[in-house]
């Protein structure tokens, strides 16, 4: 694996910290728990999208887009973190928003994400729930094509080969991290949701030979799919990284008991998740994607799944923005 034969725009703010995390540590009182800042990675706040960003934005680039789009539920980090790219490159960008809640409510569709979409210049139109997103925006992406643009269409979530790299990427670094503090990573617990994330990270760290277990905390889809359509990617992504087989079914593991009533629909979980990081570490999570990942770590903990005297880091995939189009669900 030698990440630089791929065309890549450095704009991500790397290395990310990794942080231990004490005083969560202690309330739980079971394993040493740390945290992997990619909340911190840059651009309009950061997120995991950011690395995946910059692969994606290079093949853009490379491509000589002038106008690249995506798709994603209406709170969707990935819109943004993609609105800001092409705002620095000096692309367009045009979003597809999915109304996957049926929330009516002023925050939820015109704060948080979406008011950030909207500052870095990027315009959008939305769906409703249930249609096979991206063909819709191939769709509306032929239509551009017709007046001339130069389109560049990313998956949702950036959840592709190319941005996988990205978390490939974040395995090398982690590594690197731990092994110059002498720190041995028992497991690697983070939220999963596009899956680009978690396909990346077991196919980098497979690479590095690392035997680290990663454990998905679905957002969305069941276990079993959810696992599938991460080996899926993990096993493709090892083909473009030139290590065909390296990933084998059973270094995927997910876990969807923390999704609740479904994709964007906070938990009581969750949310006491988010009290928790805040006033014990003073972090933000998100109502969608890290607070669920963070009650899979907190419930997997108390159950004995992670034990005292083992390491557990915890991926902070970022996503703190939509706190403010969670308004409602946070103050009740
Ligand atoms: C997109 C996202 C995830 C999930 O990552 P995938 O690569 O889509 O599985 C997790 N956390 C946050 C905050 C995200 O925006």
């Not at 249930?130 to 769709?139: P, Q, S």
């Not at 980098?204 to 599938?228: T, Y």
């Amino acid at each position: 694996m030698h990440l630089a034969r791929f065309p890549r725009v450095h704009l991500a703010h790397l290395p990310t910290p990794l942080e231990r995390m004490d005083r969560l540590s202690e309330a739980l009182g079971g394993p040493e728990i740390w945290i992997k800042r990619d909340d911190c990675t840059g651009l309009s706040t950061g997120g995991n999208k950011t690395r995946k960003l910059e692969f994606l934005m290079a093949e853009a680039q490379a491509e000589g887009a002038d106008l690249v789009m995506t798709q994603g539920a209406t709170q969707s980090n990935h819109a943004r973190q993609t609105a800001a790219f092409a705002a620095r490159l000096g692309m367009n960008c045009h979003i597809l928003l999915e109304d996957r809640t049926g929330y009516k409510d002023e925050n939820y569709n015109h704060n948080g994400n979406v008011l950030l979409d909207v500052l870095h210049g990027a315009t959008y139109e939305t769906r409703n729930a249930g249609l096979d997103m991206n063909a819709e925006m191939e769709l509306v992406a032929e239509n551009f094509r017709k007046q001339g643009k130069k389109v560049y269409t990313i998956p949702g979530g950036g959840s592709n080969t190319t941005g996988a790299l990205g978390y490939a990427n974040c395995a090398l670094e982690l590594v690197g991290q731990a092994n110059d503090r002498g720190l041995v990573i028992d497991h690697i617990v983070h939220a999963t949701g596009s899956t680009g994330t978690q396909a990346g990270l077991v196919t980098g760290l497979k690479a590095l030979n690392a035997n680290i277990p990663v454990m998905g905390i679905s957002v969305r889809a069941a276990k079993a799919v959810q696992e599938e359509n991460v080996f899926k990617l993990a096993s493709a992504t090892a083909d473009v990284l030139g290590c065909p087989g390296i990933v084998s079914a059973q270094d995927i593991a997910a876990n969807s008991d923390y999704v609740g009533e479904g994709y964007g629909l906070p938990t009581e979980a969750g949310i006491d998740a988010i009290r928790m990081f805040a006033k014990l570490e003073g972090l933000l999570l998100d109502p969608v994607y890290s607070s669920k990942g963070a009650a899979g770590l907190i419930d997997l903990i108390r159950k004995g799944h992670y034990k005292k005297g083992e390491r557990v880091v915890f991926l902070h995939t970022g996503g703190s923005v939509s706190l403010f189009g969670y308004l409602n669900a946070l103050t009740a």
